[in-house]
């Protein structure tokens, strides 16, 4: 049997209703076995929702996530939860020793995804370098972790076990989300390091570690220079992807999720100095609220990657998430809209390069 050409994903979160907003946050409060029941039908819905729209590979939204880094405190001790003083949004911060809390939170979600769908199902978790850049404060976490590299070490023990728990649940992809190392595209980022490589090469590593030895599900990394920014109107960070090709070689991967529909991503010809085992799920449906890409925009997309690339190593997704962050509003049918004609451009695809 061959291969499905050009599958079609999502990259992780997709919008919350103001009912599925209310529901984590508490809004009424509800008795954990009432609060299980309805998170329970929201999530059957949004999977319901991915299926109608024809994806080949679907997540649960993350909508048992306060935030989809945020997680971490789940799964481990030693974190201040409250709220950044500068915005609102929820915000976590480490300020104590990480020590284990509750193994498994991320697993749960894989396992009732795959009890409602026959459908792939993937995961997402951060990665250990993007909850340093996030979650350590100079001042707030100074006690615990001097250093921000340390705090990111103990991460890469915490994310592990729940990595081999996912796997066990299983989970058919892992995406681990590294927006972090993508920063060192942006000139202007890479002028604030002494030695930016060396600091992208902690993040590579970061990752191996995590990954080491687990085989029998395809790991993923999500890369991104903010295009889920544009969700939340702040600053994107820009610069093509040659300053971290030697990174992203080395990453012990099988797949890498690539932003391509913003200005300033570079151009696709990159795609020729990556290894040819990678598979690359191709950023080609806008996350930008109000924008939505017809089928044939994504469509030609996907051919101008196809120079570079064997069709056989092309799957389509979004740029980012349709929903980073808790802060984020967007429009559930704009985002179903947006998968639906992803599809649609994937059965466009497959009908011409099956000639």
Request: net charge negative; glycine share 8%; charged share 25%.
């Amino acid at each position: 049997m061959s291969k499905l050409l050009f599958p079609t994903s999502v990259v992780g979160s997709i919008p919350r209703s103001k009912f599925v907003l209310d529901l984590i946050n508490g809004h009424p409060p509800l008795s954990p076995e009432r609060y299980e029941y309805e998170m329970d039908a929201a999530i059957r819905y949004i999977i319901a929702l991915q299926e109608h729209a024809g994806l080949d590979v679907l997540t649960d939204g993350e909508w048992r996530r306060k935030s989809y880094i945020g997680v971490i405190a789940e799964l481990a001790h030693g974190f201040e939860l409250g709220y950044n003083p500068e915005d609102g949004r929820p915000w976590t911060v480490v300020v104590d020793k990480l020590s284990a809390k509750c193994p498994g939170f991320i697993a749960k979600e894989i396992e009732f995804a795959k009890k409602n769908t026959t459908r792939q199902v993937k995961a997402t978790i951060p990665s250990p370098a993007l909850l340093g850049e996030r979650m350590w404060h100079p001042e707030k976490s100074k006690k615990a972790y001097p250093k921000v590299e340390d705090f990111v070490r103990d991460c890469v023990p915490v994310l592990r076990r729940e990595l081999e728990l996912i796997k066990k649940a299983g989970a058919d992809i892992v995406q681990i989300d590294d927006p972090h190392l993508c920063l060192f595209v942006d000139p202007e980022v890479r002028a604030k390091y002494t030695n930016p490589d060396a600091a992208a090469d902690f993040s590579v590593d970061m990752v191996n570690q995590l990954v080491e030895g687990i085989t029998g599900v395809k790991l993923a990394v999500h890369l991104c220079r903010r295009a889920g920014a544009r969700v939340r109107g702040e600053a994107q960070f820009q610069g093509g992807y040659d300053p971290i090709i030697n990174q992203l070689n080395n990453l012990k991967v099988h797949h890498l999720t690539m932003e391509f529909t913003a200005p300033g991503v570079g151009d696709m010809a990159v795609f020729k100095k990556l290894r040819e085992d990678i598979e690359i799920g191709l950023g080609c449906v806008s996350v930008a609220p109000g924008q939505i890409d017809s089928p044939e925009t994504i469509a030609a997309r996907v051919r101008q990657a196809a120079e570079f690339l064997d069709p056989t190593r092309i799957t389509l997704n979004p740029d980012c998430g349709f929903a980073p962050g808790s802060g984020a509003k967007v429009d559930i049918d704009e985002a179903y809209q947006k998968i639906c004609n992803e599809v649609a451009a994937a059965k466009i695809l497959r009908e011409e390069f099956a000639r």
